[in-house]
């Protein structure tokens, strides 16, 4: 049985929590621990709740191997063997023990998607707080069940992954003692077309699991993620690079420091309009019902006249009789002198029409 919220290092996530944002590093940093650094600084800076890094080496992601099937067919790596690549895009384990510093010291959160039982041990050794699993390792089943044996929170991608997919995964981590879950709606195209975002999957998948329910955007632009949080998003994973135009393996569907920032606040502030359902008038509201439809002489009336749709009328403000007695009002006689502009009031009318009046 999986909690209703994740906790990572304190933080809380859930529906009743602003959105946990989490500034992917990915291979961004060109191969340059110093650039990496920056990155954490930065994405500290623009107010991301997390960075996440990936451990793992081409060797223990794929093989070296130059044949069609180890070749990268269309997309943004096109004609790129899977060993090259990885070769470029990890990140050394070297540097883990400095970039998990550095975190702490800037007061933000680091994880890691591990992709192989020595990046677990790796990463268990520096106390890693939470796991990350990608959306290309979500049928890796040892995997998830040595990850689901630290104990730690998790998370998982579903790009390319079916429904009975997600099950055997989600099953697969209850099985081995996990407790704290979170799916991560995903669409594995680098970058993803908006159209086939397909956020309405958010919903559906906080129908099906009873834990936080997020969303992994690849896209190009921070709409998906902000529309994202407006379906129920508990968290946003986006893509994050120092300089759009440096070459960065992942640049083109990343967000430059000062747009990560706008995204964050306009994700939180998107939950923060979401609220909750309900019907009470709201402090912004106080004094409008001043201010709606009301009956009110819109003539002089003698004592003795009859009303009539000419010199009673609804009309803003809302400080005379209601509205819904106007058809019973029409045809009575006036018990005195009325001056234009006066709101209508009960003692206007000779025969009691009714009870319980509004004012």
Not at 139 to 149: F, G, S, T
Not at 309 to 335: C, D, F, M, W
Request: charged fraction near 20%; glycine fraction near 8%.
């Amino acid at each position: 049985m999986f909690d209703k919220t994740m906790s990572i290092a304190g933080r809380k996530i859930g529906a009743q929590y602003p959105p946990y944002v989490i500034a992917e590093l990915s291979g961004n940093h060109k191969g340059s621990l110093e650039q990496a650094l920056a990155m954490i600084d930065a994405a500290a800076n623009a107010g991301a709740d997390a960075i996440k890094i990936q451990t793992y080496t081409a060797d223990t992601i794929t093989l070296d191997h130059n044949g069609p099937e180890f070749t990268i067919d269309g997309g943004l790596w096109a004609g790129r063997t899977l060993h090259d690549l990885y070769q470029e895009a990890h990140t050394p384990w070297a540097w883990h023990e400095a970039l998990f510093e550095r975190a702490k010291a800037r007061n933000i959160t680091l994880f890691s998607s591990p992709f192989d039982d020595t990046a677990v041990d790796l990463l268990e050794s520096l106390n890693c707080p939470a796991y990350k699993i990608a959306s290309f390792e979500i049928n890796d089943i040892a995997l998830l069940e040595r990850v689901a044996r630290t104990g730690k929170p998790i998370i998982i991608s579903t790009g390319l992954a079916t429904l009975d997919e997600i099950f055997e995964a989600v099953n697969t981590i209850a099985n081995g003692g996990g407790t704290q879950l979170s799916l991560l709606h995903c669409i594995s195209g680098y970058p993803t077309p908006l159209q086939d975002c397909n956020l309405a999957t958010i919903s559906d998948l906080i129908s099906r699991f009873d834990f936080p329910i997020g969303l992994s955007d690849h896209t190009s632009d921070n709409i998906a993620s902000i529309t994202a949080v407006a379906v129920g998003a508990s968290l946003i994973e986006k893509h994050f690079t120092l300089d759009r135009t440096d070459g960065s393996v992942d640049a083109e569907f990343s967000l430059e420091p000062a747009q990560f920032k706008q995204m964050t606040s306009d994700a939180k502030r998107a939950y923060s309009a979401l609220g909750k359902a309900g019907y009470e008038v709201k402090p912004s509201e106080a004094g409008g019902r001043n201010f709606r439809r009301s009956l009110y002489v819109s003539q002089d009336i003698r004592k003795g006249d009859t009303f009539t749709k000419e010199n009673v009328r609804s009309v803003r403000p809302g400080l005379g009789l209601h509205t819904r007695y106007l058809p019973q009002i029409i045809g009575q006689t006036a018990t005195q002198d009325i001056s234009f502009g006066s709101a209508f009031k009960v003692d206007f009318v000779a025969v009691k029409l009714f009870e319980n009046h509004e004012q």
